[in-house]
């Protein structure tokens, strides 16, 4: 499968599902639009402008509870734009919010403290560093108990595999 040749019939999947139901399944067509939009390259299309106004608008239409949503606009609005500290200050956001106020939401929400976190200490890989900002988030960390998520990690943290890793993995 070639990514870069999926791209439109997966944007159009999207702009197709958006038209039919925005609200399905906690207005994931909005985010997943926005996330379309954001991470493509520039060269490609790739408008992170657009996507933030996307996914703000899913984050305002879930009336800020689904907190995977934050962490999408930290992971490519905020990278793409080279924004730290909107990037700090959503993460941030996450990890501080309460998620016993939206009990539906609660495992997913747990799910985005932990990616939070996890991101947020990659900072510095993201972003130059920031002569203001304190060298470290210790204090965030104190209530991380560092485990993986139950499926093992992040997906979208984990780099995609490269032709050479795919050929190694079929050998096996």
Avoid: C, K
């Avoid at 599902?17 to 925005?22: D, G, R």
């Avoid at 996507?51 to 689904?66: F, K, M, V």
Wanted: proline share 4%; no cysteine.
């Amino acid at each position: 499968m070639n990514a870069i040749a999926d791209l439109a019939f997966v944007q159009a999947m999207s702009e197709r599902v958006l038209a039919i139901n925005e609200a399905y399944f906690d207005y994931a067509p909005v985010a997943l639009h926005g996330g379309l939009i954001g991470s493509r390259p520039a060269a490609l299309g790739g408008q992170p402008d657009q996507a933030r106004i996307e996914i703000e608008r899913a984050i305002q239409l879930t009336q800020r509870h689904n907190m995977m949503y934050l962490v999408t606009e930290a992971q490519i609005v905020a990278v793409a734009l080279q924004d730290r500290a909107l990037y700090r200050s959503l993460l941030e956001e996450v990890i501080h919010f309460d998620v016993d106020t939206v009990p539906d939401a609660r495992l997913q929400n747990i799910i985005a403290q932990r990616r939070a976190h996890r991101w947020l200490s990659r900072i510095d890989e993201f972003f130059d560093a920031d002569p203001n900002e304190a060298a470290s988030s210790d204090d965030d960390d104190e209530d991380y108990d560092g485990e993986e998520d139950e499926d093992g990690g992040d997906a979208a943290a984990t780099p995609a595999a490269t032709p050479a890793a795919t050929t190694t993995e079929a050998a096996h």
